[in-house]
């Protein structure tokens, strides 16, 4: 999705979407580049079979994920002892983790005893289009052939390597995992952009890397991309093959497309029928024209169509992907702070060409509240595409909002991410090991 920052405010809004909930985004970005790697942090495996993943939370914390989707917000009561919050809520869940001797003598979840797995990591640097990118292959252990996934970045500024658990999560499953900082984010040198063939350019470099590192013990490779990295995944596939493409809460439309389409979710669930969404439609052109201008030009129009219309009771409902920004801020502050923000977005980026001559099979995971990319377009071209012969299946997480999690919604409207669907991760490890006959 597309990513917009005001660097007065330091308030970065992620409508994009990326690993974590959007609302914790500048707490995650801002916990990554400040705060040094905890000695807890890895994969654990318990002793009722299941995997437990230690990661990084917002500072001072720590988080917990089991592969279910359930996750809590650890933190800190001394002598190695941790409580635990309800996904990303205030509210006590009852659990308890104790990370003895930072995880070298073992960790416990409530009553349940664990180890720490000896995954293989091997940092590296890569070069992609002049620019050195850093990037961490982490292997399961042993030295069997395994296949390895490339995870690609959405649109967030935050570090992959830092903050991406699927690097862990998916090793402890037995795949090999590659991930990056993308340019401009993280260690990666470059300068942040959203032009998506430069980035999959660089996503096609990662794939490289990683089949480099590897050596003997790479099987099937291919990619997982989230948000954005979901337009960035299959151009990566058409510029050199690979064996799957995962595709998570992404898009078959373009981010033109998508502002309208979230803006029309938007009308919906605040009770507006299809009266309202025409007059909305003309909103959306009027901050799509100042977005394609790079913020320097389509003001007058704009100020019009905010005359016009600020006064209907569905005005204050719109947010969309990026229209919400634009109409919340100033002429002044959008010439001023906002010139290069989106720096190389194509904001009428098509991606159908690109799916409808896509031969690798691909697995499309969406959320079916996705108030960021909306879905119902996306799977009516899905299913056209399948019904054209290309290797396409799909599975709609009902109760979903962007990043693939579930949530709750406080009085205000407000929604908390609790955690993600039980199935979410399993659908993706099964698919990359097995191919898309694995796949329900």
Known sequence: MIQLRHAQLALLLTWAGATVPAMHSAQAAAASSSTPARCEIGSYRMADGSALDIGPGEPGQLRWRHTDGRTGALTATGEGRWTSRYGWTDRSDGHVVTIADCGKRGIRFDDVAGRREALIQVDTRFRSNGVE????????PGDARVPIVVLIHGAEHSSALEDYSLQRQFASAGIGVFAYDKRGTGVSAGRYTQDYLLLAVDAVQAAREARRL??????????????????VAPLAASIEPVDFVIVSFGLAVSPFEEDREAIEFDLKRAGFGADAVA????VADATAAV????????????????RKYARQPWFASIRGNYSGFVLG???QVLRKDAPGMVEGIP????????????????????GGQDRDAPPAETLRRLASLKQAGRPIRWVVFADADHGMYEFETRADGERISTRQPEHYFSLMRDFIIGGSAATP
């Open 279 to 282: 007059p909305a439609m003309e």
């Open 214 to 231: 590897a050596a003997g013990r790479a099987g099937r490779i291919g990619y997982q991309g989230g948000s954005q990295g979901g337009w």
């Open 347 to 366: 904001l009428r980026y098509d991606p159908m060409p690109v799916l409808a001559n896509l031969s690798v099979p691909q697995l499309w995971l969406l």
């Open 133 to 140: 990118l850093a990037g961490r292959l982490t292997l399961p």
């Open 329 to 331: 801020a100033s002429e």
């Open 291 to 306: 977005v394609e201008s790079d913020f320097r030009e389509g003001f007058e129009r704009l100020e019009e169509v905010k």
